[in-house]
């Protein structure tokens, strides 16, 4: 047998072709395989076998357990050769033709995408063909494998549930066929080696279907197909997977139906779409199932991507995109991922897509999907400069090509650069540089031209810093050069007024062992950042506070000092840190426990202005759907920071006055709302993943609902609100999970709502989503963490005391199917809308009072009852001091439970101002006095929400809010009547 040509590769590269080979020979004697003829091919053959095992160990092991393959590529050098093998490959379709069992199919169709990639990757590496050939033929190959598969899938469950129709006239009784939309590179035709594929499904028409006896909706047909379909080409068998789908990109995202005809995707689209989405939209194309009804899909789809007018608010959906990327670049670490880091494969298709979106609708050229050919018509046509096109065209060249052999090492979705030297050599000499210094500066040439030209597009003004000599001043005091007196004189002039102190702390900082241990660049950005904030601090109005607050950031980031660099190089950043630091220290004190929340400074305009609710849960999905459905640490830690950076911003636009209460626990609501929804989602998944669906159910439909209570479902939360949990669902009792492992549905809702609570309430480095509270559930801490629909009604009718009556007013669905939603809320309205003895009532609502008032109330004053609680030297508990909210919120629900049997409207809300409000409109509440509870009760709140943000109780001066606290015990005495008129002392003040 021949020798390899080694001489001019490196030793490990030339020790692992060696041990590949030999194995290769071997398995050929194992198995009787001829491979004697190889000796007769040219040197470039073997030059190309060194090159490929060189650089893919993927594609060495393929080869050697299947020599056949090797022979067959080995074809191509010698047409003339007597060498056995097929080079030609039948097609899947004819293949899959042939075979009933589904396990089988799998298998064939992993098998035959291994046997492509080996081909595809040989060519690749061996240079044998172009960029645009190899991305053309990876695209092909996925293609052929989506269509083959989807074609025997739908065969054969029309054995099974019957031939879904057509009902328009023109078409009436023909088979109706699923549309499967390719997003992304494989839509524009450039999919990469190992990359996953982002599949939308859609049908045209409803109906049912026709054939068999038993019939079913074309949608539920479909749902069940495209789960098949999807398991057909991702599940991990012994052969691996065929390709990673991901189908997050579809209308609702993660929540949506998997499939949808097109009048509800057009709707969808029309009504609903977001910027984002016509990012991905761009590159749609049907790549499966009914071709023709595809295209008319796109057609109906195109006037959303493509405005008639030239659309320039693309530019800022792109630099909105690109910083939340960009954000989760640095918090990940991944600034050498050639996709997502500064100058990468993302910043090139950016550009091209914000010309699309912006001209596309008056120039067709721009409505084309290849990134290759876009870049020459935005030079063709002038939209960029000749020398800015060719830089972006050779970057990207590079960038995938670097990308590619990436990926074909081991088969695997990475575009992260490696960090081990020996991994770093293979990668130079694949490429066919001399090293990897070549090549980095090779690299960092190409990001550095992508990064200017992407920064012309969504460039920021700068701003200022401070003058050199304020910065020279406060320079010497941070480096030593001025003796204790001096800098305690320096420290005054500015104001401060805690100047030893604040000196202490600077020295202590300064002589630190932390300090000490910094690296050099690392130092240098802290005497950089320390001048500056010294400077930028003394035009607070309590400049020794705040710098106190502000230096424990500083101390948690000395061994992350990127986050100091963020501040040096953007002082309105700095700015805005100071401003909220000076305010609360609750906001001191959340962002030195995460710093990663420095990202929102960046973005003024975002940090006081909060998203309302459809575009929250928008973006919540926009970060989620780049988290891979399998990796649930990841997805618990952008839950948690998508909630810290929400909750932040509706923090900072208190502080600053540009929200009011009501909109503030609006806002506090509506992120856990959000959060709670991909929560239960998360969890789905992962308990379908193993488990399949509950049995008993029709297609993907799952009954589970998320009840919240208290706060929540009050939409009164505050920023250390916990959230009260209850969870119901509707499944039949006898019936076991669908999937490999089977368990009975009631231990299947039992795993989801742990999953749930786990993912909520577990302690990862960016700490935990919130506090769960699950004792308001039927039995409470002894009864099940889940409970049926049926189950939790009887419980509600014959067995809750009132106090949980008193709660069920303050409950509604936040999360989960739609129909048993609406089966609890008639559950909900029958128990609250009983007739009830009024007096039994009244006293079984004063005993939960009293207790509650025992437990918690201020014990100096008697719960607020004696003379001494009106003082300014006592304490008033705004929660449950008599006065105080909790009275209201009971008096509330009194007067539901009282009155809802014959007033219907009273149970339409939850929350109390609301309630109160329909109390008012339906006389049983005189006016003056639903407006003073109403108003009381946001004072109340309001001042929480201030002590909060002050790191305070919620507790006053007992000299505080009299009129409210008279006004509200006189309505309890009128309506509950169980306690003596309290005395406001003299001197008290209001």
């Known amino acids: 047998m021949r020798s390899l040509p080694l001489n001019d590769c490196p030793q490990e590269i030339s020790s692992l072709v060696t041990f590949y080979w030999e194995q290769f020979v071997q398995n050929c004697r194992d198995n009787n395989t001829t491979c004697n003829d190889l000796d007769r091919l040219p040197d470039?053959?073997?030059?190309?076998?060194?090159?490929?095992?060189?650089?893919?160990?993927?594609?060495?092991?393929?080869?050697?357990?299947?020599?056949?393959?090797?022979?067959?590529?080995?074809?191509?050098y010698d047409p003339q050769s007597q060498i056995s093998s097929s080079s030609v490959?039948?097609?899947?379709?004819?293949?899959?033709?042939?075979?009933?069992?589904?396990?089988?199919?799998?298998?064939?169709?992993?098998?035959f995408r291994h046997r492509k990639m080996v081909g595809i990757i040989w060519r690749d590496l061996a240079n044998k063909a172009t960029l645009t050939e190899t991305t053309s033929a990876l695209t092909r190959l996925a293609e052929e494998c989506i269509d083959g598969s989807y074609h025997w899938c739908y065969q054969h469950f029309s054995k099974q549930w019957g031939?879904?129709?057509?009902?328009?006239?023109?078409?009436?009784?023909?088979?109706?066929?699923?549309v499967i939309l390719g997003m992304g590179k494989l839509g524009a035709g450039e999919l990469n080696l190992s990359s996953d594929i982002d599949l939308i499904f859609a049908y045209p028409q409803a109906g049912q279907t026709e054939g068999l006896q038993k019939v079913i909706s074309n949608q539920e047909f479909f749902v069940r197909l495209g789960q098949k379909l999807i398991n057909v080409l991702d599940a991990n068998t012994k052969d691996g997977f065929a390709f990673r789908v991901d189908m997050r990109l579809r209308p609702y995202g993660q929540s949506g139906a998997l499939v949808l005809n097109f009048d509800a995707m057009e709707q969808y689209y029309q009504d609903q779409g977001r910027d984002w989405e016509r990012f991905a939209m761009i590159k749609a194309r049907v790549v499966g199932g009914d071709k023709k009804a595809g295209e008319d899909l796109l057609a109906r789809l195109k006037p959303f991507v493509f405005r008639r007018y030239v659309d320039f608010s693309a530019i800022n959906a792109l630099r909105e995109m690109k910083q939340m990327i960009s954000r989760e670049v640095v918090r990940k670490g991944r600034q050498?991922?050639?996709?997502?880091?500064?100058?990468?494969?993302?910043?090139?298709?950016?550009?091209?897509?914000?010309?699309?979106?912006?001209?596309?609708?008056?120039?067709?050229?721009?409505?084309?999907?290849?990134?290759?050919?876009?870049?020459?018509?935005?030079?063709?046509?002038?939209?960029?400069?000749?020398?800015?096109?060719?830089?972006?065209?050779r970057a990207y060249q590079f960038l995938r090509k670097l990308e590619h052999v990436l990926q074909a090492w081991a088969d695997q979705q990475t575009q992260?650069?490696?960090?081990?030297?020996?991994?770093?050599?293979?990668?130079?000499?694949?490429?066919?540089?001399?090293?990897?210094?070549?090549?980095?500066?090779?690299?960092?040439?190409?990001?550095?031209?992508?990064?200017?030209?992407?920064?012309?597009?969504?460039?920021?003004?700068?701003?200022?810093?401070?003058?050199?000599?304020?910065?020279?001043?406060?320079?010497?005091?941070?480096?030593?050069?001025?003796?204790?007196d001096e800098a305690i004189q320096q420290l005054e002039t500015h104001q401060f007024?805690?100047?030893?102190?604040?000196?202490?702390?600077?020295?202590?900082?300064?002589?630190?062992?932390?300090?000490?241990?910094?690296?050099?660049?690392?130092?240098?950005?802290?005497?950089?950042?320390?001048?500056?904030?010294?400077?930028?601090?003394?035009?607070?109005?309590?400049?020794?506070?705040?710098?106190?607050?502000?230096?424990?950031?500083?101390?948690?980031?000395?061994?992350?000092?990127?986050?100091?660099?963020?501040l040096i190089e953007n002082p309105e950043a700095l700015q805005?840190?100071?401003?909220?630091?000076?305010?609360?220290?609750?906001?001191a004190d959340i962002i030195a426990r995460y710093p990663v929340l420095l990202d929102e400074f960046l973005d003024v305009g975002s940090l006081y202005s909060p998203p309302d609710k459809e575009t929250l849960a928008d973006e919540l999905r926009q970060q989620l759907a780049r988290v891979p459905e399998e990796d649930i640490e990841l997805q618990m830690e952008s839950l948690r920071y998508f909630r810290m950076a929400h909750v932040l911003r509706v923090a900072a636009s208190e502080v600053a006055g540009t929200l009011p209460l009501m909109k503030v626990s609006d806002y506090l609501t509506w992120i856990a709302e959000a959060v709670l929804e991909h929560v239960l989602y998360i969890a789905l998944h992962y308990v379908q993943s193993r488990y399949g669906f509950p049995g008993g159910v029709e297609g993907d439909q799952v009954e589970f609902i998320v009840i919240a209570y208290g706060k929540l479902a009050g939409i009164e939360l505050s920023y250390g609100s916990d959230l009260d949990l209850v969870f119901v669902y509707n499944a039949p009792h006898n019936k076991a999970s669908s999937g490999p492992k089977e368990i009975d549905n009631s231990l299947y809702f039992m795993r989801l709502g742990q999953r749930m609570i786990h993912i909520l309430t577990a302690q990862t480095p960016s700490g935990q989503l919130y506090d769960v509270d699950m004792r308001l559930r039927p039995s409470g801490a002894s009864g099940l963490l889940v409970s049926t629909i049926n189950a939790y009604a009887e419980y509600q009718t014959d067995k809750a005391w009132t106090w949980e009556h008193q709660a069920l007013v303050r409950a509604r669905v936040v999360a989960g199917s739609a129909p048993l939603t609406e089966q609890f809320n008639r559950v909900r309205a029958e128990v609250l809308s009983q007739a009830r003895d009024q007096e039994k009532l009244k006293e079984e609502v004063i005993s939960m009072r009293n207790k509650m008032r025992d437990n918690l109330a201020t014990k100096e004053t008697s719960g607020g009852r004696n003379e001494t609680a009106w003082l300014s030297e006592a304490k008033f508990n705004l929660k449950h001091d008599y006065g105080g909210i909790v009275d209201i919120e009971f008096m509330v629900q009194y007067m539901v439970l009282a009155w809802s049997h014959q007033n219907s409207d009273l149970l339409t809300y939850t929350d109390n101002i609301?309630?109160?409000?329909?109390?008012?409109?339906?006389?049983?509440?005189?006016?003056?006095?639903?407006?003073l509870l109403r108003e009381a009760y946001k004072a109340y709140r309001s001042a929480a929400h201030r002590l909060v943000l002050q790191n305070q109780s919620g507790v006053v001066t007992g000299d505080s809010f009299h009129e409210y606290r008279q006004g509200v015990i006189a309505l309890w005495q009128q309506l509950l009547g169980d306690t003596p008129s309290p005395v406001a002392h003299e001197s008290g003040a209001d």
């Open 44 to 76: 470039s053959f073997w030059a190309d076998l060194v090159t490929v095992w060189g650089g893919s160990s993927y594609v060495a092991q393929q080869c050697c357990h299947h020599p056949d393959w090797l022979l067959a590529l080995a074809s191509e």
């Open 89 to 111: 490959i039948p097609t899947l379709s004819s293949i899959l033709a042939e075979i009933d069992d589904e396990n089988r199919v799998m298998e064939v169709v992993r098998q």
């Open 163 to 178: 031939t879904p129709v057509w009902q328009q006239p023109s078409q009436q009784g023909k088979p109706q066929h699923m």
């Open 336 to 393: 050498h991922n050639i996709k997502l880091g500064p100058g990468g494969i993302r910043e090139v298709e950016f550009i091209v897509q914000a010309f699309q979106l912006i001209h596309g609708g008056r120039d067709p050229a721009l409505q084309q999907k290849s990134v290759f050919k876009l870049l020459k018509v935005l030079a063709g046509q002038g939209y960029l400069p000749l020398v800015a096109t060719q830089e972006l065209e």
């Open 416 to 484: 992260d650069l490696p960090t081990h030297k020996t991994q770093q050599d293979r990668l130079a000499w694949s490429l066919g540089f001399s090293d990897w210094s070549a090549l980095v500066l090779a690299l960092d040439t190409h990001r550095k031209k992508v990064s200017y030209h992407f920064s012309q597009m969504v460039a920021e003004p700068s701003e200022e810093h401070a003058s050199d000599e304020v910065l020279s001043c406060w320079q010497s005091l941070w480096q030593g050069q001025l003796n204790e």
């Open 497 to 566: 007024q805690q100047p030893e102190t604040i000196f202490q702390h600077l020295q202590q900082m300064a002589n630190g062992k932390a300090v000490r241990m910094m690296q050099r660049k690392g130092r240098q950005r802290l005497d950089t950042f320390i001048p500056m904030l010294l400077a930028a601090v003394v035009h607070q109005s309590d400049p020794s506070n705040t710098l106190l607050r502000v230096l424990p950031l500083v101390e948690r980031v000395l061994r992350r000092t990127a986050y100091l660099l963020l």
């Open 576 to 587: 805005q840190l100071l401003k909220l630091c000076a305010a609360s220290p609750w906001i």
């Open 914 to 931: 609301r309630i109160l409000e329909e109390l008012e409109k339906a006389g049983l509440l005189a006016p003056e006095s639903a407006n």
